[in-house]
């Protein structure tokens, strides 16, 4: 069985690395934070079980990375990283996009009545502060 593992790493090993890859872009995925909800909104928060964070690519419209909490606490710390990636190809990297929804649902569409705060950040950031002040008409 030692001898397949050791055949199976050399194997691996062997492989080709994909055109374009930079193993620089993978450094440094993780933004970690804080989510607030606004003054206004703190009364609409009731059945609202779900924090759904997710980032992107100011220039793509799919995620990167999404993270799911199920009933936040707020001020509600957030941390994510490769493991909410959801193309493990596609790099967290530069100036990207997070929005944060609280929401009774926990899919992936943003319903009536949702919460959401937005806000930049560049990858590797740890002082993210998101402010959830919309709510969705």
């Given amino acids: 069985m ?25 450094k440094n995925q993780t933004i970690e934070g804080v989510i607030y909800i606004s003054k206004e909104l703190q009364g609409e928060t009731a059945g609202k079980n779900f924090l759904i964070v997710s980032v992107r690519d100011p220039n793509e419209i799919a995620p990167l990375a999404v993270l799911n909490i199920k009933n936040p606490s707020f ?14 190809e596609r790099p967290i990297k530069g100036r990207v996009i997070i929005l944060a929804r609280l929401s009774s649902f926990q899919g992936t569409n943003a319903q009536e009545g949702d919460l959401i705060g937005t806000t930049q950040a560049v990858a590797g950031q740890r002082d993210v502060v998101i402010t959830i002040s919309t709510r969705l008409e």
């Fill in 2 to 26: 030692k001898h397949l593992l050791v055949l199976f790493i050399i194997i691996l090993s062997c492989q080709p690395i994909p055109e374009g890859f930079n193993p620089e872009d993978y």
């Fill in 75 to 88: 001020p509600q710390r957030f941390k994510i990283d490769g493991k909410n990636k959801i193309n493990h």
